[in-house]
């Protein structure tokens, strides 16, 4: 029970949603989650599960802030996630390389390199043959890479099936409805209409994903402007260990799972709710990843999808309370949304059962950004 007086909704199944409601449930809350379809799917299922806030260069002092905070969560989360669900989501925090295939990038790796130094994030400049000793599947064009410690990947579809058990072990009852409109008068939120029926809550959060500000019956000030961005992606039946680290090469990123499987993304586009796998994002793919690895052309490529990651004007989430009471965000993760899990899930808790937010006040949707800049260009990596 929060301080609102009711249950806990959340709308969305997404890593998201699921984290929020797993943690809810281990501190006692009576939570329901909802989604129109099956949970862990969408984003959570489509994206690659890299959990790399300094590779990805973000800008925003506080999401970086967040998100390093996350990273440092990870190890006690997925403990958490699989004690109660007996599932391994296989996190493994081994380093990011990001390798570069000329001078002028390899200067560009040594910037970083100081600029992640001066912030105390340890990292190693990799000459030429440190980098092939460690990745020799690169090509031997490759002028030499960083490794940045203690970055790496999860396994996001296995977290997603251990998140979906870990909520279902702690109470958390997981429906789906083709239907879902909030209801609530013009001071606070009442509850959720869904097929099942109407349930009252003292608490509800839009974990949407990218669709996010297509909820139906939330007020015009808690809608947040989401955009969808399309990732297309493919995976490749390597032998075990034939890639060791996820790795960064020009215009895509490489990301190796237990079983040999070889992930390599992403695409970025802004195209609406289309989620079709096209042919020029498979070329732009195939050619960035054959490019910097020749090696890597003989094995058969096993999948190919698209995801939609939520997009926002400056690309910072929206997270925490709105003008109605009762109603919460927590979208808009935009690249990171694997990566942000704990933090949110914690954050989002702490704010709906105490009203503690001055952590997720620079992504409140109050926030009033001069500079905003869309995310939705077409770019790869
Ligand atoms: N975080 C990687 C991506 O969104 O493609």
Redesign the pocket.
């Known amino acids: 029970m929060n301080d609102r007086g009711g249950d806990v909704v959340v709308v969305g199944a997404g890593l998201i949603g699921l984290a929020i409601a797993f943690e809810l449930a281990e501190r006692g809350a009576t939570v329901r989650v909802y989604d129109r379809g099956e949970p862990g799917r969408a984003a959570s299922w489509a994206?690659?599960g890299?959990l790399?806030p300094y590779t990805?260069r973000l800008t925003d002092e506080a999401l970086l802030e967040f998100c390093a905070s996350s990273l440092r969560e990870y190890p006690a989360f997925v403990e958490r996630v699989l004690a109660a669900s007996g599932i391994d989501p296989r996190l493994r925090l081994d380093g990011v390389v990001h390798a570069a295939f000329n001078d002028a990038d390899l200067q560009a790796l040594k910037h970083h390199a100081q600029a992640l130094a001066a912030r105390n994030v340890a990292t190693e400049m990799l000459d030429r043959l440190s980098l092939l000793a460690a990745e020799p599947w690169l090509g031997s064009h490759v002028a030499g890479g960083l490794l940045v410690n203690g970055e790496g990947r999860v396994d996001n579809r296995r977290l997603g099936r251990a998140l979906v058990s870990a909520c279902q072990t702690r109470g958390a009852l997981i429906d789906r409805s083709s239907a879902l409109r909030v209801e609530c008068d013009e001071r606070r939120v009442l509850g959720l209409r869904t097929d099942l029926g109407f349930v009252t809550a003292g608490a509800i959060v839009n974990a949407c994903g990218a669709w996010a500000s297509q909820l139906q019956g939330v007020p015009p000030a808690c809608v947040p402007p989401i955009e969808p961005i399309k990732?297309e992606m493919f995976a490749l039946a390597a032998p075990v260990d034939f890639v060791r680290h996820a790795t960064w090469v020009l215009g895509a990123?490489l990301v190796p799972r237990d079983d040999g499987r070889l992930l390599v993304?992403?695409t970025?586009e802004s195209a609406g709710f289309d989620e079709r796998v096209t042919a020029h994002g498979m070329h732009e793919l195939l050619h960035a990843a054959l490019s910097a690895a020749p090696s890597l052309r003989s094995f058969a490529v096993t999948e190919s999808w698209a995801g939609l990651?939520p997009g926002t004007p400056d690309g910072l989430p929206f997270l925490g309370p709105t003008p109605i009471d009762g109603f919460f965000l927590a979208c808009g993760h935009?690249?990171?949304g694997i990566l942000l899990a704990p933090a949110t899930a914690r954050l989002m808790a702490d704010a709906i059962e105490t009203k503690t937010d001055a952590e997720l006040r620079p992504f409140s949707i109050d926030r009033r950004r001069t500079e905003e800049s869309s995310p939705g260009r077409t770019t790869y990596?």
Do not use: F, L, P, T
């Open positions: 994206g690659a890299m790399a990805e990732g990123y993304g992403a970025m990651r935009y690249r990171n990596v």
